[in-house]
């Protein structure tokens, strides 16, 4: 429309309508997830202090990012990826919308491993019960744009009211939201125009063109990656294939003006850690054990992709209409020696990592870059969830009370990111904030956000992951609100508290020291998840659900 | 844009850039295009009169095209898919272009039996050499829209003329323009906006979506289709959910009052023969022996997928702006007994069927429905070639003089089938046209159409097909004009001469009575396949290039 508009512009024919119609005055939208990706793994320091673990890779267009909007350094996401990826199409908690594991590519098969006879797994005959709990109740199936699909959440997806407002949405890399022979599976029934690649596929079998993304007669699995088969046999990965499939994908709207939403849902830097072989040799060079400089230069490339993009707004002219979302699904992985030799340590100073309700499995980095509105640089420290990017992305598009056949769960951050990170600037202006540790400890007053700073945080995992056990991992649940965190140990029936101001690592459980505070969240944590209906395990024992934290 | 044009209708503030930008004076183009469809295999009777092959199918929705549009009594294919699915794209003769083989879904694979080393067949090696012939030079990479890939013709898509002059393009079916690894395997790169399944593939493994449509691990295979899993596991056969695919994506750009391009390329009804359970008992009870009746499933299941899309455009409001083009991509099979008992039978009384430049190898379905311009129920016989449609399509959408990196070979048939079939109607009016023979012969002149009625049309097949011998099928070419077509059967360096109107069945060699036009039409195919550089075999013994049918 701008081209057309243009001869006209403060000519008193130029009507009101043809501009809203056409969306001009809308901006572009770009949510640019990365899957896996945790909040160590970036030169972007999210914390008070620039930790070691910030210096282990390059990301020179995040920190180019984090210059221009600004960093949320409380930002949040599920254990897992789907129930992440779920809830923001969705916005209702994960454990509203009982989803707190992954889903498998088939239809009907739980991927909790507490009892189950089918899964995807070629291993699966291998899988080992949980001795004292038997599988939730729960959405083994996914979300669902259609009412009446069984062990689904229906709701009305966050890109249908997108695409319903004008915006022309554009769905690359992985989905993962529901499984095969559901309508969730398809982008197209989420409200996207094109899609690229998404379905039930969690993960690729593999990065590299020359695999054709795992599309080899005798070698394929869900986990083949489609629409890329231009790129089959040439040096392409898959991360650079997707990024020059978003960038097309933006000519047409760009083209005729019309407001866009890119979903630039990343699979990279989820497992298989394939190297990348422009950026391998660095890292090995710079001392890093091989498992390590594998995954940072999937992580880099990941950044040349936000750089790409960055540079191809810019290019078209589109860059201070657009803004740029950035965010990982859950945290960094950290189970196995799959990154480095010493488990459990990739996320430090975190505790533990994907899968888990300890910060580094649900801490992820997040940007949010509004040119002209967000204040560049300021670090905003109030807790943000996944649903709370519904309300959001909507309030950004202009939707302000969008309708749903679902309860929203969230909070629009809009005025967080804009208002709140103005009244941080005018404190650094002001020379109130001097230092990263003071700009992470500045509130933002509810009554400038609409969010209250010492918002409840939830995070629930009441399932067995994995197949090998993994006690600071399986059946636990949490709830973070201010500097209070209190864990919920099921398979224990212990409550642990930590302080996370003077104790990010969870290393010092406080709990018997602080019983009226324990009580309190556990209650909390309790009623909420009662009236959510949250999945939980059931005590083979008794065949009764596990007791809430408020009912030990 | 209607909608919000509607309150404004009439009034003085309605400007014209503001229609003439959204196109809502460009009709929206629907392109059905049904694979392997035979002249034969439907209720609609191209030919002077209802033969008995037009009686053993129920093609309700195309009967009822047919009394809306106007029939295409000679139209054109090239003897495989391939060839004039890239000569739609190209505007180019498939002989031009170097494609009259089909492209392999790997890179670098040529596909006709000559002398080959590798293939995509699980039968590779059992291939056999023709003895006498070795393969052509051709571009078996097929079409590509970026310079400088090896072994493809370089082009400007037909459809990216479409989509820069404001069409909202949508793919849905199959595409088999060129091979993975290189651009042309990607709709998204042809100018397409969407793309549901478009690739390399030239088949689907199966039509059922019980088998997930060829998408299992162990069974996988390139002709598996992608982009459907919302279907897995249900009894949507392939024809239906494709369908569906392309209802949903009309919404968009009827709701935005856009104009669309709807490429509905069926994969039905090309081989595997897999019967649709809604159908075959029908054709069972009456009488069809048991592949048939399969074939003939089929065939109504696209018959009602037609059916569906006219509906929906009815329901939607825009069936009074919306051309509807149906075209089948080659003859119809009938090589082998996969469709009843007796090989070369099944178009009858048309000589062979796909891969022959006999009649039935190329003559195929065609139906062009332009709500107010062309004249409802009308037969045109003026021969129509797959070079034609990209002019065609182009000034349907008001695009007059397309540029383009490729010299066009074909003309504009919309004058014909506009004022054309308004000429024939004028004749029907006044009882010059009584009958079905007498409208097949009806001439439109050039004066009116723009192509001279008695045109040359050129179908060429300078390869081996398949893996056994095929003496009406392999190394051949034709030229027909008028009445009359000479074959050029290179393996016995032999021509034959044809006279259609009295011959239809090309049983009839009459080159030994008419010297003169037998040379004529050498001239007139050697002239023009030299012009073109069309591929021609190398006869092994000499080493040379086969000689052209007028240096014989």
Redesign the interface.
């Known amino acids: ?1 701008k081209k ?1 508009i243009k001869p006209l512009a403060g000519a008193s ?1 130029l ?1 009101p ?2 501009i809203q ?1 056409n969306g001009a005055d809308k901006p572009n939208i770009i949510f640019f997830l990365v899957d896996d990706y945790g909040w160590l793994d970036s030169e972007v320091a999210y914390g008070e202090e620039v930790y070691p673990n910030n210096h282990r890779m390059h990301t020179p267009n995040m920190k180019r990012l984090s210059e221009k909007g600004v960093i949320m350094t409380n930002a949040y996401a599920c254990p897992i990826s789907t129930p992440t990826r779920t809830s923001l199409m969705s916005g209702m908690h994960a454990a509203h919308e009982k989803i707190n594991m992954f889903t498998a590519p088939e ?1 009907n098969t739980p991927t909790d491993f507490t009892g189950g006879t089918r899964g995807f797994f070629t291993d699966a005959s291998s899988r080992e019960n949980d001795d004292i709990f038997a599988r939730p109740e729960w959405n083994y199936n996914g979300i669902s744009p259609e009412p009446g699909v069984p062990h689904t959440q229906y709701m009305t997806p966050m890109v249908k009211q997108l ?1 319903d407002n ?1 915006y022309y949405t554009i769905h690359i890399g992985k989905a993962h939201w529901a499984s ?7 982008p ?2 989420m409200g996207f ?4 690649a998404g ?2 596929a969690g993960m690729p079998r593999s990065y590299y063109a020359e695999d ?1 993304f795992g ?1 080899q ?2 070698k ?3 986990s ?1 990656i ?2 890329l ?6 040096d392409k990965n898959l991360t650079q294939a997707i990024t020059d ?1 978003a960038l ?2 933006m000519d ?1 709207p760009i083209e ?1 003006g019309e407001p866009f939403y890119l979903y630039m849902s990343h699979f990279g830097v989820h497992t298989p850690i394939h190297p990348e072989p422009q950026y391998y040799q660095k890292y090995l060079d710079a001392g890093q054990e091989e498992k390590t400089a594998m995954y940072s230069s999937m992580v880099e490339s990941v950044d040349e992709s936000l750089g790409q993009i960055m540079d191809y707004l810019d290019k078209k002219g589109v860059a201070d209409n657009t803004i740029i979302v950035f965010y990982s699904d859950n945290g960094g992985h950290s189970l196995n020696d799959a990154k480095n030799s010493v488990p459990h340590t990739f996320n430090e100073p975190l505790r533990e990592g994907k899968g888990s309700v300890y910060e580094g499995g649900v801490r992820v980095p997040m940007m949010v870059y509004w040119p002209g509105k967000t204040a560049a640089g300021m670090r905003i420290n109030t807790p943000v969830t996944p649903p709370d990017f519904y309300p959001s992305i909507c309030e950004m598009a202009g939707i302000t009370d969008p309708k749903t056949v679902q309860e929203l769960d969230g909070k629009s951050f809009v005025k967080l990111v804009t208002d709140g990170s103005q009244l941080a600037k005018k404190a650094v202006d002001e020379g109130k904030i001097k230092n990263q540790k003071e700009a992470n400890a500045f509130v933002i007053p509810q009554s400038v956000s609409g969010i209250d700073p010492d918002r409840t945080v939830i995070s629930h995992m009441p399932h067995q992951w994995r197949i090998e056990d993994q006690d600071d991992v399986d059946f636990l649940s949490a709830v973070r609100k201010g500097d209070w965190k209190l864990v919920y140990r099921m398979h224990d029936g212990k409550l642990e508290l930590y302080n996370l101001r003077k104790d990010l690592s969870e290393r010092n459980d406080v709990a018997a020291k602080n019983p009226k505070i324990v009580k309190e969240l556990a209650k909390e944590l309790g009623t909420t998840l009662r009236k959510w209906g949250a999945p939980m395990p059931v005590v083979k024992a008794t065949g009764k659900l596990v007791p809430m934290p408020d009912e030990l």
């Open positions: 429309m057309i024919l009507l309508w043809a119609a239809i695409r004008g095969m022979g559901t309508p969730g599976v398809s197209y029934n125009i094109v899609n690229v379905n039930m054709n599309n007669p005798d394929w699995t869900y083949a489609n629409d088969e231009e790129y089959y046999g040439s499939k097309k994908a047409y005729k």
